[in-house]
């Protein structure tokens, strides 16, 4: 959210709060609801209500309100029956990340948050829940979470990926309403693990999915890349064609996705990127080719399959991606590094292309480390829900 767009929401919620005074003042301290032996107000019901609608948040505020303070006291019991505490200095840094996202530093976003009569409290209580809830979850998971280097090595490559791309899909909802969240997250679980291909995919989405493409097997027509939220993005183009992507969980959904085909968006502005290629120039034969792919595992393998050959049958190309040829930067977008195409020709010769290697140049390359954290928080987020919803079905919840 930018500067001016949160100035814009604030200015409206303070209309709002000016309208309304008189009802909100009425009976604001006293209690809203009891989760175990914790107390929410009415007063901190009206104050995320609040926050949410200067966050734009989806949803009815009020009731979106006491949702998340029910989960902030199941997050906070936990984490007080774990033993932990959150630093002042977590709680800076979570302060500030948070407002940097709106272009401001966390005194200047406490202060437009003043103008729409939210309190400081109601933005620190709000990140320290969040904060602590991460410990929690690391607290409980973190030895459960494997992490190979081949998962890094796919994080690191996909992050890279160019976003001038448009994607083939098929889709399958499953929807998960409040308070079985678990359950569907259980089934789409089942079916990442056990369906392949389009026609397997098809028959569930018919079968399971509640979104308005079920009838057609899924299918959705081409979207660019770029309409994609980041994460979900990646994990599409982490696919191979016919393959199923891990459970992703959306507000009162989640989603499967089947990546059928990967093009050029030709609306949308590369990032830079930096791509090395193999193109072998082999025999249009299809034995030939499988005992080359046998052979090679990575570029380098291609340089001994190619020995005693004309020099001009193999080369290796290192390039930014905006000087790539078409047809080749398309196939490199579906490839990962060691993985090779031939779907090109040129002079009765099958273009043997093998992706080397794809670097993201815009930015500095995150290291291997800060990848590994990536993949270790987007696993632990799925165990999150669970967890949570552990607490929830546990706790005593009654109104007064």
Do not use: H
Not at 164 to 188: C, D, N, R, Y
Not at 212 to 233: E, F, K, Q, V, Y
């Amino acid at each position: 959210m930018k500067v001016s767009v949160l100035k814009r929401q604030v200015a409206a919620v303070a209309l709002a709060l000016a309208l309304t005074a008189p009802v909100l003042a009425q009976d604001l301290f006293t209690p809203r609801l009891y989760v175990n032996d914790r107390v929410i107000t009415n007063y901190e019901v009206e104050q995320r209500a609040l926050f949410l609608r200067v966050l734009r948040a989806p949803g009815n505020p009020e009731e979106e309100a006491l949702k998340a303070l029910t989960e902030d006291r199941l997050r906070q019991s936990e984490a007080e029956r774990l033993g932990l505490k959150l630093s002042e200095a977590d709680l800076t840094a979570g302060l500030t990340e948070f407002a940097a996202r709106a272009n401001l530093t966390p005194e200047e976003f406490v202060t437009e948050l003043g103008k729409a009569g939210i309190a400081p409290e109601t933005f620190r209580d709000f990140v320290a829940a969040g904060l602590l809830w991460r410990q929690a979850v690391r607290a409980r998971f973190l030895g459960q979470v494997q992490i190979s280097e081949n998962d890094i090595d796919r994080a690191l490559e996909a992050s890279a990926r160019p976003r001038a791309l448009q994607v083939l899909v098929s889709e399958l909802v499953i929807p998960a309403p409040e308070g079985q969240e678990e359950a569907a997250m259980a089934k789409a679980q089942e079916l990442s693990d056990t369906l392949s291909g389009e026609a397997a995919f098809a028959s569930a989405a018919r079968r399971y999915s509640a979104a308005s493409t079920a009838g057609s097997g899924g299918r959705l027509d081409w979207l660019p890349l770029a309409n994609l939220p980041a994460a979900i993005g990646q994990k599409i183009l982490a696919l191979g064609a016919g393959e199923v992507s891990d459970p992703i969980a959306v507000p009162g959904a989640v989603v499967l996705f089947l990546l059928r085909d990967v093009a050029r968006d030709t609306k949308a502005e590369p990032i830079s990127v930096s791509v090395e290629w193999a193109e072998f120039l082999v025999p249009d034969d299809a034995a030939e080719i499988a005992r080359i792919r046998a052979a090679s595992d990575d570029c380098n393998d291609l340089y001994g399959l190619a020995k005693g050959l004309p020099e001009d049958r193999l080369t290796i190309t290192k390039a930014g991606l905006e000087t790539v040829p078409g047809d080749v930067a398309l196939e490199l977008a579906r490839l990962d590094p060691g993985e090779s195409s031939v779907n090109l020709t040129r002079g009765g010769f099958r273009r043997f292309l093998m992706l080397c290697g794809r670097e993201q140049v815009l930015e500095p390359a995150p290291t291997r480390d800060q990848i590994r954290e990536q993949v270790i928080n987007q696993k632990l987020e799925g165990l999150a829900e669970g967890y949570l919803e552990e607490l929830r079905s546990a706790a005593i919840i009654r109104e007064p």
